[in-house]
């Protein structure tokens, strides 16, 4: 079974600048997690969806991320305009029916400069 | 009071050595207790997973959950260099499978 697959891996872009990441989870899985993890602390929810529904967005920074996951497969999440404490890495989970249990993807590693 | 709190670290035991690594939390309303491991440049990969008070075994790993206390373990017994990584402790409930982390604890095992 693959796993959950993420790109690009790496990305530098100066503040103000935009930036995409995109994810594809595991075959199958109805539910979609992107989180936010910055160096030393734990990963933290942006945004879950449910098929192509958004079940939980409360702590995306909507003036400036936003998400999409049009046909309930792969997702994509945004950053514009990018500032430096964006800087961090952007992680990508999914989970099957009835499941807790995230599979995450080795997530995007970006930087702003 | 953050939600689940986590002794960053870092922590450096040799090979051989027993691990113990701990979570507290605030919220009663977690259900599920969970264990990720990750290692440098990778996504968290799940280590252990409990839903109810008490321990849980698996190899080397034991996860230990006290609800009335709202403190959970991991112990790594006959700890491997190959156990280096940080560990980060999660927790959820609710129908939405939400999860809340650790901040996570470096841990390395030197030979």
């Known amino acids: 079974e693959a796993g959950v697959a993420q790109s690009p891996r790496y990305k530098i872009i100066e503040k103000r600048q935009s930036v995409a990441f995109w994810c594809n989870p595991i075959?199958?899985?109805?539910?979609l997690y992107w989180y936010q993890q910055i160096l030393g602390q734990g990963p933290k929810l942006l945004i879950q969806?449910?098929?192509?529904?958004?079940?939980?967005d409360s702590q995306l920074p909507k003036d400036r991320f936003s998400a999409e996951r049009l046909k309930g497969v792969d997702s994509t999440l945004k950053i514009q305009p990018a500032k430096l404490e964006d800087s961090a890495v952007y992680l990508c989970?999914?989970?099957?029916?009835?499941?807790?249990?995230?599979?995450f993807g080795p997530g995007t590693r970006l930087l702003v400069l | 009071q953050k939600e689940v709190e986590q002794d960053p670290g870092p922590l450096s035991v040799p090979e051989g050595a027993i691990v113990s690594l701990n979570c507290t939390y605030s919220n009663s309303a977690f259900q599920y207790f969970m264990w990720y491991r990750q290692y440098s440049r990778k996504g968290p990969e799940l280590l252990m997973y409990t839903y109810s008070s008490g321990n849980k075994e698996d190899g080397r790993f034991t996860a230990q959950v006290d609800k009335s206390s709202k403190y959970i373990s991991l112990f790594i017994r006959d700890s491997q260099p190959s156990d280096s990584a940080t560990y980060l402790c999660?927790?959820?409930?609710?129908?939405?499978?939400?999860?809340?982390f650790g901040k996570g604890t470096l841990l390395t095992v030197n030979p």
């Open positions: 999660a927790m959820g409930g609710g129908s939405n499978y939400k999860l809340t």
């Open positions: 969806f449910q098929n192509n529904g958004v079940v939980d």
């Open positions: 075959s199958g899985h109805a539910t």
């Open positions: 989970a999914s989970t099957g029916g009835g499941g807790e249990t995230q599979y």
